[in-house]
C-alpha cells in the first residue's frame, strides 16, 4: 500500500470515528439537518473509496475533503442551537461533496492528454475551493462557536485542555501515517485554542511550528492562515507594529494565491489595529473596504464586525448618536447568526456610551448585562474589561471606594494573561483616582508608568490621556505654568490621534490654570473655546464644566448676570448628569452673587 493511500485511509478512518462519536450525541438539530449532514459525511466516505480504488490521482483531493468534513461535524455542536449559521456550514459542505462526486462520475483518470489536463485543472480547482471552505467555516467562524457550549471559565479551561490533547493525538496518528500536513493543521489548531486562553507564549511556538510546517509543504493557504495567527497573538499582547507587519505578510501571502476573503480578513485587522493606536481616518478607510468585500462575499459575521468596529470610532470621536445606530445595527446582525461573543461586544459599547454620557445606572446595568454574556462564552478577556469599565462608572459618581478594587482586580487579570494596554489603561485609571485624593506622590508614578506602556504598545490616545493627568496633577499642586506646559503637549497629541473630547478637556483643564492665575481674558478665550468644541460633539459634562469655570470668572469680574446665567445652566446640567458636589458648589456661588435688583 503506497503512503498516499494511507493518508487517504488515515483521514478516513478518523472521518468515520467522529461521525459514529457525533451521531451518537446529536440531540436537538432538526432531524432534516442531521441527515443532511450525515448523508453528505458518508457520501464523502465514498469518494474516499472510489478514489482509492479507481481516481489515484485525487488522493489529495479525498484527504482534504475528508479532513474539512471531520473538522465541521467536530465543530457542529450535537446538542448545540439550530441555527441559520449551522444550516449554512452543512449546504455548503454538501453542494461541494456533491460537485466532487459528480466530477468523479463523469470524467475517469483516463482518456486523452487534453483531458487530462482539464481534470487536473478542475482538481486544482476543488482543492482551492476545498481551501476555501477550510478557511471561511473552519479556521475563522467555527473555532469560537464550540467554546459557546460552556457556561463558567473553569468548564472552558477544562474543555481547552481535553482539545488541545485531541489535538495532539491527532498529531500522532497523522506523523504515524507521515502525513506532515494533517499533522501541521493540528498543531496550528492547539495554537488557537492556547491563543484564545491568552496562553500567547505557548500559542506563538505552536503557529510558528505549523507555520514552517506548511512552508515545507509549499502549503501556501496554511501559510497565510498562520501568519494571519500570530498577528493576533502579538495584536492580543499590545505588540501592535509587530501585527501590522505580520497581518501586511498575511495579505500578501493571500492576494498571490488569488483569496479575497482572507485578504479582507487582513484588511479588517489592520482597521481595528489602527483604531486601537487612535489612527481613525485610515482606520475608518481600512474597516469600509473590508466591510465592502465581506458584503460581497455575503459573510455578515465579518461584515458586523466591520459595523461594530466603525460604531466604536464614532463613539471615540463622541458622535454617540451615530455610535449607538452603528453598534446596535452590528448588535442585530450578530444576534441573527447567533454570533453571543458578537453581541457581548456590542453591549459592552453601548454600556461604555451610556458611561460617557452620564448615564450611570443605564451603563452599569448594561456592563453587567454584557459582563454575563461574556462569561457564558468563556471570555475571560471580555468579562475583565466590562469590570473595568464597572470601576469606570463606580469613578465617575465619585464612589472610589467601591471603584477601586474593581480596577485593581481587572488590572491583576490584565496582567495575568499578559494584556498590556488594558494593564496599562488600569494604571492610568487608578493613578487619576490617586490623583482625585491629593495622593500626588503616589499618583504620579502610577500615571509614568502606564504612560510608558501606552507609548510602549503604540497607542498615542492612551499616552495622551497620561500626559493629560499628569498636567492636571500639576495643577493641583499650584504648579500652574508647569502644568500648562505639559497639558498643551497632551492637547496636541490629541489633535494627532483625532480624539477632539481629549482636545476639549484639555482646553478646559489649560483655562482652569488661567482662572487660577488670574489671567481671566485668556482663561475666558481658551473656555469658550473648549465650550464650544463640547456642544459641537455633544460632550454634556464639558459643557457644564465650561459654564461652571466661566461662571466663576464672570464673578470674579464683578459680571454678575452673565455669572448668574451660566452658573445656573451649570447646575442644571449637574443635576441632569446626577454629579450632586458640583450642584452644590454651584449653589454656593449663586448664594455668594449680590441678590438682583
Known amino acids: 500500500m503506497s503512503a498516499n493511500v494511507s493518508i487517504t485511509n488515515a483521514h478516513r478512518s478518523s472521518l468515520n470515528v467522529s461521525l459514529q462519536l457525533w451521531k451518537r450525541k446529536a440531540g436537538v438539530l432538526r432531524e432534516s439537518v442531521k441527515e443532511k449532514l450525515e448523508q453528505t459525511a458518508w457520501q464523502v466516505l465514498g469518494i474516499s473509496d472510489e478514489i482509492e480504488a479507481r481516481q489515484t490521482d485525487c488522493q489529495e483531493l479525498a484527504s482534504r475533503l475528508a479532513w474539512v468534513t471531520e473538522q465541521i461535524i467536530d465543530r457542529i455542536l450535537p446538542n448545540g442551537t439550530d441555527d441559520a449559521a449551522v444550516q449554512k456550514v452543512i449546504d455548503a459542505l454538501a453542494i461541494m461533496t456533491s460537485q466532487i462526486q459528480d466530477f468523479l462520475a463523469q470524467q475517469p483518470s483516463t482518456g486523452a492528454d487534453v483531458l487530462r489536463t482539464r481534470?487536473?485543472?478542475?482538481?486544482?480547482?476543488?482543492?482551492?475551493?476545498?481551501?476555501?471552505?477550510?478557511?471561511?467555516?473552519?479556521?475563522?467562524?467555527?473555532?469560537?462557536?464550540?467554546?459557546?457550549?460552556?457556561?463558567?471559565?473553569?468548564?472552558?479551561?477544562?474543555?481547552?485542555?481535553?482539545?488541545?490533547?485531541?489535538?495532539?493525538?491527532?498529531?500522532?496518528?497523522?506523523?504515524?501515517?507521515?502525513?506532515?500536513?494533517?499533522?501541521?493543521?493540528?498543531?496550528?489548531?492547539?495554537?488557537?485554542?492556547?491563543?484564545?486562553?491568552?496562553?500567547?507564549?505557548?500559542?506563538?511556538?505552536?503557529?510558528?511550528?505549523?507555520?514552517?510546517?506548511?512552508?515545507?509543504?509549499?502549503d501556501r493557504l496554511g501559510v497565510a492562515e498562520c501568519l494571519r495567527s500570530l498577528s493576533s497573538v502579538w495584536r492580543s499582547q499590545g505588540r501592535y507594529q509587530e501585527a501590522v507587519c505580520m497581518l501586511e505578510d498575511a495579505k500578501l501571502s493571500f492576494a498571490a494565491i488569488d483569496h479575497r476573503l482572507g485578504v479582507a480578513r487582513c484588511t479588517q485587522s489592520v482597521g481595528d489595529i489602527m483604531r486601537m493606536q487612535s489612527r481613525h481616518g485610515p482606520a475608518i478607510t481600512m474597516l469600509e473596504q473590508a466591510k465592502a468585500e465581506f458584503d460581497a462575499f455575503g459573510d455578515r459575521v465579518g461584515a458586523a464586525q466591520c459595523t461594530r468596529s466603525l460604531g466604536n470610532i464614532l463613539r471615540l470621536q463622541c458622535r454617540y448618536p451615530e455610535a449607538v445606530r452603528m453598534l446596535q445595527e452590528a448588535k442585530a446582525s450578530f444576534e441573527a447568526a447567533d454570533n453571543r461573543l458578537?453581541?457581548?461586544?456590542?453591549?459592552?459599547?453601548?454600556?461604555?456610551?451610556?458611561?460617557?454620557?452620564?448615564?450611570?445606572?443605564?451603563?452599569?446595568?448594561?456592563?453587567?448585562?454584557?459582563?454575563?454574556?461574556?462569561?457564558?462564552?468563556?471570555?475571560?478577556?471580555?468579562?475583565?474589561?466590562?469590570?473595568?469599565?464597572?470601576?469606570?462608572?463606580?469613578?465617575?459618581?465619585?464612589?472610589?471606594?467601591?471603584?477601586?478594587?474593581?480596577?485593581?482586580?481587572?488590572?491583576?487579570?490584565?496582567?495575568?494573561?499578559?494584556?498590556?494596554?488594558?494593564?496599562?489603561?488600569?494604571?492610568?485609571?487608578?493613578?487619576?483616582?490617586?490623583?482625585?485624593?491629593?495622593?500626588?506622590?503616589?499618583?504620579?508614578?502610577?500615571?509614568?508608568?502606564?504612560?510608558?506602556?501606552?507609548?510602549?504598545?503604540g497607542d498615542v490616545n492612551g499616552a495622551a490621556q497620561c500626559t493629560r493627568s499628569l498636567g492636571n496633577a500639576l495643577r493641583m499642586q499650584g504648579r500652574y505654568q508647569e502644568a500648562i506646559h505639559v497639558l498643551e503637549e497632551a492637547r496636541a497629541a490629541f489633535q494627532t490621534a483625532d480624539n477632539r473630547l481629549g482636545v476639549a478637556q484639555c482646553m478646559w483643564s489649560i483655562g482652569?490654570?488661567?482662572?487660577?492665575?488670574?489671567?481671566?481674558?485668556?482663561?475666558?478665550?481658551?473656555?469658550?473655546?473648549?465650550?464650544?468644541?463640547?456642544?459641537?460633539?455633544?460632550?454634556?459634562?464639558?459643557?457644564?464644566?465650561?459654564?461652571?469655570?466661566?461662571?466663576?470668572?464672570?464673578?470674579?469680574?464683578?459680571?454678575?448676570?452673565?455669572?448668574?446665567?451660566?452658573?445656573?445652566?451649570?447646575?442644571?446640567?449637574?443635576?441632569?448628569?446626577?454629579?450632586?458636589?458640583?450642584?452644590?458648589?454651584?449653589?454656593?456661588?449663586?448664594?455668594?452673587?449680590?441678590?438682583?435688583?
Open 512 to 597: 482652569l490654570a488661567l482662572r487660577l492665575q488670574e489671567r481671566y481674558e485668556e482663561a475666558v478665550r481658551m473656555l469658550e473655546d473648549a465650550k464650544a468644541l463640547s456642544l459641537e460633539i455633544g460632550d454634556r459634562p464639558g459643557q457644564a464644566l465650561c459654564n461652571d469655570s466661566l461662571g466663576v470668572i464672570f464673578s470674579a469680574q464683578q459680571r454678575y448676570q452673565e455669572a448668574r446665567m451660566l452658573l445656573t445652566q451649570a447646575k442644571e446640567m449637574y443635576e441632569e448628569l446626577r454629579w450632586p458636589k458640583q450642584v452644590d458648589q454651584c449653589l454656593k456661588a449663586l448664594a455668594a452673587l449680590p441678590a438682583e435688583g
Open 119 to 218: 481534470r487536473a485543472e478542475t482538481i486544482t480547482k476543488f482543492l482551492k475551493d476545498i481551501d476555501e471552505m477550510r478557511l471561511q467555516y473552519v479556521v475563522s467562524i467555527l473555532i469560537p462557536s464550540k467554546f459557546a457550549l460552556h457556561a463558567s471559565l473553569k468548564k472552558q479551561r477544562d474543555h481547552t485542555l481535553r482539545k488541545c490533547e485531541l489535538f495532539n493525538q491527532a498529531k500522532s496518528m497523522f506523523e504515524a501515517v507521515s502525513d506532515r500536513r494533517g499533522a501541521a493543521h493540528c498543531t496550528e489548531s492547539v495554537g488557537e485554542v492556547l491563543r484564545l486562553q491568552d496562553q500567547h507564549e505557548k500559542a506563538a511556538i505552536m503557529i510558528g511550528d505549523a507555520r514552517s510546517a506548511f512552508e515545507d509543504l509549499d
Open 342 to 457: 458578537g453581541s457581548a461586544q456590542c453591549l459592552r459599547s453601548l454600556g461604555n456610551i451610556l458611561r460617557m454620557q452620564s448615564r450611570g445606572q443605564e451603563a452599569m446595568t448594561m456592563l453587567e448585562e454584557a459582563r454575563a454574556a461574556y462569561v457564558g462564552v468563556g471570555d475571560r478577556l471580555g468579562a475583565t474589561q466590562c469590570t473595568r469599565a464597572i470601576g469606570l462608572v463606580l469613578r465617575s459618581q465619585y464612589r472610589y471606594d467601591e471603584a477601586t478594587p474593581l480596577l485593581e482586580e481587572a488590572k491583576a487579570s490584565f496582567q495575568a494573561v499578559g494584556y498590556r494596554l488594558g494593564l496599562a489603561q488600569c494604571a492610568q485609571n487608578l493613578g487619576d483616582i490617586m490623583r482625585m485624593h491629593s495622593r500626588h506622590g503616589d499618583a504620579v508614578p502610577m500615571l509614568e508608568e502606564a504612560r510608558r506602556e501606552f507609548e510602549a504598545i
